[in-house]
């Protein structure tokens, strides 16, 4: 019996016990009439499919991102690994287990990244636009330090919107020296900074920090509008042209570059171009970095929906 395996490391044969995540739960009935629950569990080192037959409850798909302690044996169907789960029940307070091994988090530093993107909003010229920056740090500090990027494809993991952001301004401020002759830093900066901040209010979030779902407003409304709402509202607080109030609104609603990938409008100008195209380089390199971790060198990997379907090659 191997207790707490990571999912990384289960194997065909492998028997089980410990803490995991509920990553999805769906109750089913099987052929037979009999009920049982379908359910995915992960940790930091990744997910399995799982299933837990003659089961009708109390565990169920209201536990989605929560923590349960269960036992099981490891098979594999349809050429992937499956994990038969025999016992299984919620994790309580008298429970000990590793956080850290559950829950995916960001491979940085996190204190230097939020110090280099301090830093960079500092060194914005534009007063302007540093102080609709300034007021924006101050709403969202707390969950912006934490929270994911992405319900899946790409940051989906705590710590990952710091990270996104962090990266794209670094990005953003190498970018807008070399081409200092077409393009504002000032406004370029900040809108890789607020281009995502409203996936605080976009998302649901378990109790371990993880995205569970969209909210309403996510889905009515999304992260593009009504970033560009609350920048309308500190540009009209503060007292700010209307002009660059509109000009970062616009940075917010078209950095996913075009309505078919999800931008409200498309760029039209030097700074909502390049902000575009900052945006789908990390977003792309982090999806390389994710799948590659589990493609063996020489290989290639399933193929990746988010990257045009395409099988990526892990090169030595």
């Known amino acids: 019996m191997e207790y707490d395996l990571p999912v990384a490391r ?33 940790d930091s080192s990744g997910a399995i499919d799982a299933k837990v037959w003659d089961y009708g409850g109390p565990v169920g798909a209201a536990d989605e991102g929560k923590v349960v302690k269960i036992r099981g044996s490891v098979s594999e169907f349809r050429g992937a690994l499956q994990l038969t789960v025999e016992r299984i029940r919620l994790a309580g307070a008298g429970d000990s287990y590793d956080l850290a091994a559950l829950v995916p988090t960001a491979p940085i530093d996190a204190e230097a990244m939020y110090a280099s993107v301090e830093r960079l909003l500092e060194s914005i010229a534009d007063t302007d636009y540093k102080a609709i920056c300034r007021e924006l740090l101050r709403r969202h500090s707390e969950r912006f330090r934490t929270i994911p990027a992405a319900k899946s494809v790409h940051h989906g993991f705590l710590q990952g919107l710091l990270m996104h952001t962090g990266n794209m301004m670094k990005l953003a401020d190498f970018l807008a020296d070399m081409y200092a002759d ?31 779902d969209y909210s309403v407003p996510g889905q009515l409304l999304g992260h593009l509008v009504m970033g560009a709402q609350e920048i309308a509202e500190i540009a009209r607080e503060l007292d700010i042209s209307k002009e660059k109030s509109v000009l970062l609104q616009h940075l917010i609603l078209s950095h996913h570059g075009e309505p078919a990938f999800g931008a409200a409008v498309r760029p ?28 063996p060198l020489g290989g290639f990997s399933d193929r990746v929906f988010a990257l045009d379907g395409k099988k990526l090659y892990h090169h030595e």
């Open 268 to 295: 039209v100008c030097a700074e909502s171009e390049l902000l575009s195209y900052i945006d789908m380089i990390d977003s792309r390199m982090e999806i390389y970095r994710e799948v590659l971790a589990e493609t």
């Open 182 to 212: 077409t393009v504002d830093r000032s406004l370029l900066l900040a809108g890789a900074f607020a281009h995502d901040l409203q996936k605080e209010r976009e998302f649901r979030f378990s109790a371990l920090g993880l995205v569970t």
């Open 10 to 42: 289960m194997a065909r044969g492998d028997d089980v016990e410990g803490f995991y995540v509920v990553k999805s739960a769906f109750s089913k009935v099987a052929n037979n009439g009999k009920p049982f629950l379908n359910l995915t569990l992960s």
